[in-house]
């Protein structure tokens, strides 16, 4: 598209993050000497120089309209210092180096309807996708979801009863753009995908497609005199992988494609070095708009890991101590042959040895 | 002003209610309370569109190619598949843009970035994406132009979308933690922004994250998820104030401190001692961060700062999770020559990713295809025992050069030996 005005970019590339930071922040960079968490979504962060810096830290929509945002900017001019940034969980937080604008901020934050927590060992908000509003591939809405378990783990945001912080994602596909969490919920199809024949000659690039699937299931062939793919379903994983670059391989089904339940991925390299999420429910019907199957059994995960955990241990340090299968009995999730890993390198996850609770 | 075309959201209305702040309410009021009625049409079209997703449990968006003059990349292209029904939102393109290293913003700069996008988008934004762009979320061809020109001339650029070095991500860092061992800031900057040709011009295999955390709780979840993973580090002994020690005992009996604290040591370096001060074997400590973390006023880095880097993290697609793998146990981050030569491997990196990765193929992905040690010559890194869990255990192996293997190594400590 030819526009009048076209200008060269200027390749600016990340900006300096010093322009927008705190003065006291800036002051003190490098220089920070210990921090203190006294309430839910308030850190106290001192410097070696004695300076000070309140955070106060709240959980958003994620997804913000203007109105929202300049909400959020005036109470940042009003009750704060006019500086704030973004957490990687989108919650933002409000800097301020005067104590007696915590109060204030906490005040306005809560009127406006925005949940002042998500620090210390709470429940932090969820890192997720974009889901239905704006996927191209996705099986189910990540908002939506995120909104509707959000509500009812609010308490857990706000107050930090939890043995240790836990990191919840969702993804709305299985390549997992939500990332690793002590709690992940996922979407995990069933089926394998279906092919409209007639399109996939005129939109797939046939050869990146059997390429990029992982296990070897999809091969060119002529269907009803036309070059399309196929795919051997009894070598399908139906993950998905085939989808975005062939949208005629169409793998999302309002009926089969699932959620499932991951716990235990932990990014940090405290106590244990980090840990990718393991499998531990699925075939959780994806339930618009509300998803309360899936909603329940988080709220089980945790609240067994909340009586049952020390303190300090994450989730997967939690199950690493009591072991598997005793978190399949206080759970009173299913253990079945999906959870056993059949991947590559699969055999470092089997149990070669007598260590064997009873 | 015209009426806009309504749609009714019995479904969307459900997520109205509850405590947390609801991403419906805020397109009602795009749709209903916006003075200009582009937005309202957009907004109330998108609600239809994702009614219509929630009724029939399935995603209406496709891709396509938009990109801004002069870019290849940084835009994600949305054309709706039912934009006969919901016509408003039939191109709903989004802007990824790269935020500043630690996502600080003023005040007066969000409104700023709003105010612009009133202008050209739909009045929907996200700080920020899972790669760390801000996503200014919804708007047709022509807007995704006008706003990048208009923001472009402010001090903002975009970010990577497709096979491309992608933004970069940071932690709060130096800025506003005390366990943070390097500038994280800097870091980011220096390498991101050495690649600002390979962020807007796709031409790589596949995607190459850069991330930083400044310290091993790796709080931007680097290892996991980075193809490039600088961790910040100290390789002297921690800090102990032991009149903190002693306080934190005080408040929390020498019961919780031994539970909570020594025997949570992966590899019991410490010691409770019994006059209340804590003993640290420093050369046993792996910098995992548990005991700094609960006694965060009483221990600290040390003073010998620098960072680890590991390469090759990514998520499933195609062959299985893998965590970034230590090619750098420790660099100094120092001088300007210290900032070259990071900024020099990541060059290397990506240089050997770009000639001998498959398409599609993530930079962890082609390591474990040719081994670690054909990547490390290709890019000029010695072996080192660091980067492993354990040798080999298979005896599968042709051993004939070891001899001169084995001399490198004894040459090499002894240049070490040297200073």
Redesign the interface.
């Known amino acids: 598209?030819a526009?009048e005005?076209?200008?060269?970019?200027?390749?600016?590339?990340?900006?300096?993050?010093?322009?927008?930071?705190h003065p006291v922040?800036?002051k003190n960079?490098?220089l920070?000497?210990?921090?203190e968490h006294p309430r839910p979504g308030v850190l106290r962060?001192v410097a070696h120089s004695g300076d000070e810096?309140w955070?106060v830290k709240a959980?958003?929509?994620?997804?913000?309209?203007?109105?929202?945002?300049?909400k959020?900017?005036?109470i940042?001019?009003k009750y704060?210092d006019?500086?704030?940034?973004?957490?990687?969980r989108?919650n933002?937080e409000y800097?301020v180096s005067d104590e007696s604008k915590v109060d204030p901020l906490i005040t306005a934050l809560t009127d406006a309807?925005?949940?002042v927590g998500g620090t210390g060992n709470s429940v932090a908000m969820m890192?997720h996708?974009?889901?239905?509003?704006?996927?191209?591939?996705?099986?189910?809405?990540a908002?939506?979801v995120v909104?509707?378990m959000?509500?009812?783990l609010?308490d857990e945001f706000q107050n930090c009863n939890m043995p240790n912080r836990v990191h919840m994602t969702t993804s709305c596909c299985?390549?997992?753009?939500?990332?690793?969490g002590d709690i992940a919920i996922n979407v995990q199809h069933t089926k394998p995908p279906r092919i409209n024949h007639d399109l996939v000659a005129n939109v797939c690039e046939r050869p990146?497609v059997v390429?990029?699937c992982?296990v070897a299931a999809i091969r060119p062939a002529m269907v009803n005199g036309k070059a399309s793919l196929e795919v051997d379903e009894k070598k399908c994983i139906c993950?998905g992988?085939c989808f975005?670059p062939c949208?005629p391989m169409q793998i999302?089904d309002?009926e089969h494609?699932k959620l499932a339940i991951w716990v235990g991925?932990n990014?940090?390299?405290?106590?244990?070095k980090?840990t990718?999420q393991k499998l531990v429910a699925s075939g959780i019907p994806?339930n618009?708009?509300?998803w309360p199957e899936a909603t329940a059994i988080v709220k089980r995960i945790l609240k067994e890991y909340k009586e049952g955990a020390?303190?300090?241990e994450r989730v997967n340090d939690w199950i690493e101590r009591i072991g598997w299968p005793r978190f399949f009995e206080v759970t009173g999730l299913p253990f079945t042959k999906y959870h056993i890993d059949n991947?590559?390198?699969a055999r470092s996850s089997l149990n070669a040895s007598t260590h064997i609770r009873f | 002003m015209a009426a806009k075309k309504m749609y009714d959201t019995p479904?969307?209305d459900?997520?109205e209610?509850?405590?947390?702040?609801?991403?419906?309410s805020?397109?009602k009021?795009?749709r209903d309370?916006?003075p200009d009625e582009r937005i309202n049409e957009m907004?109330s079209s998108?609600l239809g569109q994702?009614e219509h997703?929630?009724e029939?449990?399935?995603?209406?968006?496709?891709?396509g190619t938009v990109s801004?003059?002069?870019?290849g990349g940084g835009i994600?292209p949305?054309f709706s598949e039912v934009g006969d029904a919901f016509p408003a939102s039939r191109e709903?393109h989004?802007l990824r843009v790269?935020?500043?290293?630690?996502?600080?913003?003023?005040?007066?700069?969000?409104?700023q970035l709003?105010d612009s996008?009133?202008k050209h988008g739909s009045?929907?934004?996200?700080?920020?994406?899972?790669t760390?762009n801000i996503m200014f979320?919804g708007t047709t061809?022509?807007g995704t132009?006008h706003f990048?020109?208009e923001i472009?001339?402010y001090?903002?650029?975009?970010g990577g979308a497709g096979p491309c070095v992608r933004?970069?991500?940071s932690c709060?860092g130096?800025?506003?933690?005390?366990q943070?061992c390097a500038?994280e800031?800097g870091i980011?900057?220096w390498l991101?922004?050495n690649f600002?040709?390979d962020?807007?011009r796709p031409a790589l295999p596949y995607k190459f994250k850069f991330k930083v955390s400044g310290c091993?709780?790796?709080?931007?979840?680097?290892?996991?998820?980075a193809d490039f993973a600088v961790i910040g580090t100290w390789r002297d002994d921690m800090k102990v104030d032991q009149e903190e020690v002693k306080n934190f005992v005080k408040a929390k009996g020498r019961e919780?401190v031994i539970?909570?604290v020594v025997t949570?040591c992966?590899t019991q370096a410490l010691s409770l001692k019994d006059d209340d001060t804590l003993e640290v074997d420093n050369h046993n400590c792996?910098?995992?961060?548990?005991c700094l973390?609960?006694m965060?006023?009483a221990l600290?880095p040390g003073d010998d700062r620098g960072i680890t880097l590991l390469i090759g993290g990514k998520?499933?697609?195609?062959?299985?999770?893998l965590?970034g793998t230590v090619i750098v146990p420790f660099m100094k981050m120092e001088s300007e020559e210290d900032y070259e030569r990071l900024v020099e491997i990541a060059e290397e990196t990506i240089d050997f990713f770009a000639e001998n990765a498959?398409?599609?193929e993530r930079t962890g992905e082609m390591i474990e295809r040719i081994g670690l040690v054909n990547f490390l010559e290709g890019v000029g890194i010695e072996v080192d025992p660091h980067m492993v869990n354990n040798p080999r255990q298979s005896s599968y192996v042709r051993t004939d050069g070891w001899d001169e293997e084995a001399e490198k190594w004894f040459a090499r400590k002894t240049e070490e030996a040297a200073g």
């Open positions: 598209m526009y005005d076209m200008r060269q970019p200027i390749e600016s590339g990340c900006p300096d993050g010093f322009q927008y930071m922040m800036r960079f490098g920070w000497k210990f921090h962060h810096i955070t959980g958003t929509q994620r997804i913000l309209d203007v109105y929202s945002l300049r959020l900017t005036e940042g001019e704060g006019g500086y704030v940034r973004f957490t990687i989108s933002i800097m309807g925005f949940i890192s996708t974009q889901g239905w509003l704006h996927c191209d591939i996705p099986g189910t809405d908002s939506g909104k509707a959000m509500d009812e609010v299985q390549i997992n753009c939500g990332g690793q990146s390429a990029r992982p993950c992988a975005p949208p999302n309002p494609t991925g990014h940090s390299n405290a106590r244990s980090p990718f994806n618009p708009p509300r020390k303190d300090w991947w590559r390198g | 479904m969307l459900e997520l209610k509850g405590p947390w702040p609801s991403f419906i805020g397109f009021r795009l309370d916006h907004a998108l994702l997703s929630y029939t449990r399935k995603g209406y968006w496709k891709g801004v003059f002069g870019y994600i949305r709903f989004t790269q935020p500043p290293a630690g996502n600080y913003y003023t005040t007066d700069m969000l409104n709003g996008w009133e009045g929907l934004v996200t700080f920020h994406g899972q760390g979320i061809t022509k132009q990048f020109d472009n001339e001090g903002w650029d975009l933004t970069a991500m709060v130096s800025a506003r933690c005390e943070s500038n800031h980011q900057r991101v922004n600002t040709d962020v807007h091993p709780n790796d709080c931007v979840n680097a290892i996991e998820r919780y539970d909570n949570r992966p792996v910098r995992c961060m548990h973390n609960v965060n006023k600290s998520r499933t697609l195609k062959i299985g999770d965590m498959l398409e599609h």
